[in-house]
């Protein structure tokens, strides 16, 4: 399907300013969607909102539906009255340029089971008529995960094929005996996504208010360590000890010498078919509702998969094996409807998957990091777009615009000294810059283009360097990690990008009853 020409910002929640050492949905993210409102964006891209595990990547989440509840607002809490203010008296003081996952896991978590127990305390509780239907309509994924959860912290957090065997193979008799010891602990767990739910679809009510709509990201691959794994073993290739046969990555590329190994586990393409496809329409199902577009992250994936033999140390010895996307997306149509997609068709990009692009229509991406390592011909390059496209400055997984630009060789990519001159100096050339604003200059060429979507991540609109770098690919830890400070966004930036916005055609529909912040003067 078509998008209407417009533009906006990439920010996932952890960014967002706050006392609580993360970004929040509380005030700061209300705040947030009034700057883009303010400043005339329409568009507010997020990564994946599920719950983190290892190396606390949006990536690599311990469900493909439920909610990351480090997000859960503290101050909101206190408004629905399932914690006190003196239950936040002795806030540790944490880092207000980086998340500091360990501690703030811990902060966090010690104040979610306090408002647990504060509202199993009480019974007539003006909420519990609400989570006791959020409980009832979400037990087809929630009853799952909470048990998972559950059983997950009463075995020290290892992953779940580290369990009891008959937890493992999921022996009904043991599960309800699991249900039983482990009742309150899964109520707690239900809870804490109820939170999130309805922080979540307050926020997404506000951004429809102001006219935003939220590009919300869906991973092709799901973690091992997962309610999705652990549930549904036969969607996957998995041995008879449950342990992946295969696992996911892509070959050398831009970031990585030696590719980049993911380690999640491949998908059993032909059990999939043969129930319809069931687990990808639940799960996109779910995902519109938190969101009102998807980007289908590796989105070449659902014309072929790298699959690494599991055990492999790099991505170097896979090999790509076919994917039925064609079915499948067919199959989504047919059950779902039309739907808002964004292909993520980065790497290694082939005629096939071109094809099965633009059959359904979707628009691809481009990044203008990339638009200057070869010649004028480069896909990236403005001037080779077409309409149905999304051009970013930059995504998650890139250097800053400023970080790009002042680049050295050996920090972050495999270019060498020569290759970044080279680049620096064709991309002053084409934009005609000086290369004081480079971030300024890359936003007006994103703007300025026939590409219908334009997205900026908040670091380049800033004008930060690499230190505000959200992901390095291939790296063993470090990312996921940038705030941004509340000053940060002044009435000059937002004004600016207002301009550029309407100077280019990119204004939103004008609201209904506002004639405030970010309708046309």
Same mark, same amino acid.
């Given at each position: ?36 409102? @303010? ?437 063993? @830890? @470090? ?43």
């Amino acid at each position: 399907m078509g998008f209407p020409r417009s533009s906006g910002i990439l920010l996932h929640p952890t960014s967002l300013p706050g006392r609580y050492g993360i970004g929040d949905l509380g005030k700061s993210a209300y705040d947030f969607v009034d700057f883009l409102a @303010g400043s005339g964006q329409s568009l507010w891209q997020v990564l994946p909102l599920g719950p983190t595990g290892y190396g606390d990547s949006p990536y690599q989440c311990f469900s493909a539906v439920a909610g990351n509840t480090l997000l859960i607002s503290f101050d909101r809490l206190i408004e629905v009255g399932v914690l006190l203010p003196s239950d936040l008296q002795n806030v540790p003081e944490f880092s207000l340029d980086r998340v500091e996952f360990g501690r703030v896991i811990d902060f966090k978590n010690a104040i979610l089971y306090k408002a647990f127990e504060n509202f199993r305390q009480s019974h007539n509780h003006p909420l519990r008529p609400q989570f006791d239907e959020f409980c009832a309509n979400e037990a087809s994924w929630l009853d799952d995960y909470a048990l998972y959860r559950a059983l997950k912290g009463a075995n020290e957090n290892r992953d779940w094929s580290q369990w009891s065997e008959e937890h493992v193979r999921r022996d009904p008799a043991a599960l309800a005996t699991a249900r039983e010891i482990h009742s309150d602990a899964i109520q707690a767990q239900k809870f804490y996504q109820f939170l999130f739910y309805e922080q979540w679809m307050s926020l997404k009510r506000h951004c429809a208010d102001r006219n935003i709509k939220i590009i919300g990201d869906v991973p092709i691959y799901v973690a091992f360590d997962s309610a999705d794994v652990w549930t549904n073993p036969h969607q996957f290739k998995l041995d008879e000890k449950r342990k992946p046969t295969v696992v996911a990555g892509v070959p050398p590329d831009y970031f990585s010498s030696t590719g980049q190994l993911w380690g999640n586990p491949m998908y059993d393409w032909e059990r999939m078919k043969s129930d319809g496809f069931k687990w990808w329409i639940d799960r996109i199902r779910a995902t519109m509702r938190f969101v009102d577009v998807i980007r289908l992250d590796h989105f070449r994936g659902f014309a072929a998969c790298w699959e690494v033999p599991a055990g492999e140390q790099t991505a170097q010895n896979g090999h790509w094996v076919p994917s039925p996307g064609r079915e499948l997306f067919d199959t989504l149509k047919s059950k779902l409807g039309e739907l808002p997609i964004i292909a993520e068709d980065l790497g290694v990009i082939t005629p096939d998957v071109e094809a099965l692009r633009d059959d359904y229509g979707l628009p691809g991406m481009r990044i203008l990091q990339f638009a200057f390592s070869s010649d004028t011909k480069n896909i990236d390059l403005p001037h080779n777009y077409i309409h149905n496209t999304v051009v970013y400055t930059g995504t998650h997984d890139n250097d800053t615009t400023v970080g790009w630009f002042n680049s050295k060789a050996g920090t972050g990519s495999t270019r060498s000294a020569e290759q970044i001159d080279r680049e620096r100096n064709f991309s002053m050339k084409y934009l005609k810059s000086d290369g004081r604003e480079i971030h300024w200059d890359f936003i007006r060429a994103a703007f300025a283009s026939v590409a219908d979507t334009a997205l900026v991540p908040l670091q380049d609109l800033l004008g930060l360097g690499t230190d505000a770098r959200m992901n390095l690919p291939a790296s063993p @830890g @470090g990312n996921w990690s940038w705030r941004f400070r509340e000053e940060s966004l002044t009435n000059d930036i937002a004004e600016r990008l207002k301009e550029l916005t309407y100077l280019y055609g990119r204004e939103p529909e004008t609201r209904v009853g506002d004639q405030g912040a970010g309708a046309r003067d």
